[in-house]
């Protein structure tokens, strides 16, 4: 497969993708949600030649492309959005109020549409096969990808591969990490108990709002203090609620937080640590407490082999100076979940553009994608595709 092959072909159905974009921009639907998106899905594919299209799930689609060989590569889309109430006054803006597409998913769908369109074309020269996830429920654990990975999306699969457009980088490059990219995501809640009473008399009181910010503080001695600093970890409270008025202390706090990390061993244990902590805390001050540790996505492990062969691609199709070696992130993503079955990547293809005003963060309610980033992402497809069934 030559790249002045793949960029023709792609080039044929850029402005396609482009629309696909807008379209499913227009449309967003929550995660476990996706019921119309994924039909609209199906309807796109059943006009692609070769390939065989299957509903796992009711908000998921899966299509099969038969080439010449054994090998099967997956590739993986995400499909859902977020409750986010739009910003953007473009003339594709979310119709569904309250909904958005803020995290890049609808470029997501779109890119692999385009994908499946081209090597649909190509599959005469397909050395094996391939096999389009359009994944429901990243955004909302337990996520998609578990479900349909336990429904037999990678029976047969050798290499997985997915991508996420993504605005701190810069549109025209590429960021590529060996080994463990991005990090697990585990929520907990706690539930600090004390006694109520007069916020001028304390003293006879349990005060929860006092213990629970040493348990705020002292949790974060497991970062510093626990932990081998050379060990990524973040232990975060994102929400704290407790009392009603001024001068009155509550009965109860309550908490919930996050916790991130790469190390399979210390994720075993951290709930473990974190309970020994706000136990020690709430008996010293005689209050009792509830902790609930709810396992989220594993971390996202890239197969070294597999990112060796998305590089070698990246750099033939737009030189060495597309690429970079990003440093790990601390968000989650479900796609581990196919990571730890079969041998695969995930990378990030820049979306942002300061000259065009595309610099919001994901999830904000302006954010928006340089849409160059979607023929990229394509070609990148495209082109790995081929050289991992190749091998």
């Known amino acids: ?32 949600h996706e019921e119309k998106t994924a039909q ?31 090998k099967r ?60 996830i ?17 429904r037999g999306v990678l029976q047969g699969v ?25 990090a697990s995501a585990d929520m907990f809640t706690i539930k600090i108990i004390g006694k109520g009473g007069h916020a001028a008399l304390p003293h006879y009181t349990v005060d929860p709002i006092a213990i629970s910010a040493e348990v705020v503080t002292n949790l ?9 600093p050379l060990e990524p970890i973040v232990v975060t409270i994102g929400r704290i609620s407790g009392g009603t008025t001024d001068n009155v202390i509550p009965n109860v706090v309550e ?33 009792s407490y509830e902790f609930n540790f709810k396992p989220g996505y594993a971390p996202v492990i890239n197969n070294k082999g597999v990112v060796k062969v998305v590089e070698e691609a990246v750099k033939e199709l737009f030189g060495e100076e597309a690429i970079v070696r990003i440093k790990p992130v601390m968000g989650g993503e479900d796609f581990s979940a196919y990571l730890e079955r079969v041998p695969g990547t ?8 300061e000259e065009k005003g595309i610099v919001h963060p994901h999830h904000h309610p302006r954010f928006n994608i340089d849409e160059k980033a979607l023929e990229i992402a394509v070609k990148i497809f495209v082109y790995t595709t081929f050289k991992l069934l190749s091998q």
């Not at 859902?80 to 997501?108: R, T, W, Y």
């Not at 995930?346 to 553009?353: K, M, P, R, S, T």
């Open 134 to 150: 359009f994944q429901p429920a990243e955004e909302m654990p337990p996520g998609g990808a578990k479900e349909l990975v336990e």
């Open 255 to 287: 908490m919930a937080g996050t916790v991130r990390l790469f190390n399979p061993g210390i994720r075993e244990e951290i709930s473990s640590v974190m309970e020994r902590i706000i136990k020690g805390i709430t008996t010293a001050h005689r209050a």
């Open 158 to 182: 050798d290499f997985v591969i997915g991508e996420h457009l993504w605005t701190p980088l810069p549109v025209g490059k590429v960021g590529i990490v060996y080994g463990p990219m991005m």
């Open 220 to 228: 974060q001695h497991i970062v510093s203090r626990e932990i081998d």
């Open 40 to 70: 609209r899905i199906a309807d796109i594919l059943s006009t692609f030649e070769g390939l065989i299209i299957s509903r796992p799930l009711p908000n998921s689609v899966v299509a099969d492309l038969e080439g010449r060989g054994e």
């Open 346 to 353: 995930f990378f990030f293809v820049g979306a942002g553009n």
């Open 1 to 32: 497969m030559r790249k002045e092959q793949v960029e023709e072909l792609v080039n044929k159905v850029k402005e396609e993708v482009v629309q696909w974009r807008r379209y499913f921009h227009q449309y967003p639907e929550l995660s476990f």
């Open 73 to 132: 590569v997956a590739i993986r889309a995400d499909i859902d959005a977020l409750p986010i109430q739009e910003e953007n006054e473009f003339d594709f803006a979310s119709k569904n109020p309250g909904v958005m597409h803020a995290c890049g998913h609808d470029g997501h769908i779109a890119v692999l549409l385009g994908t499946a369109k081209v090597l649909s074309q190509l599959r005469k020269e397909l050395k094996g096969n391939v096999r389009f």
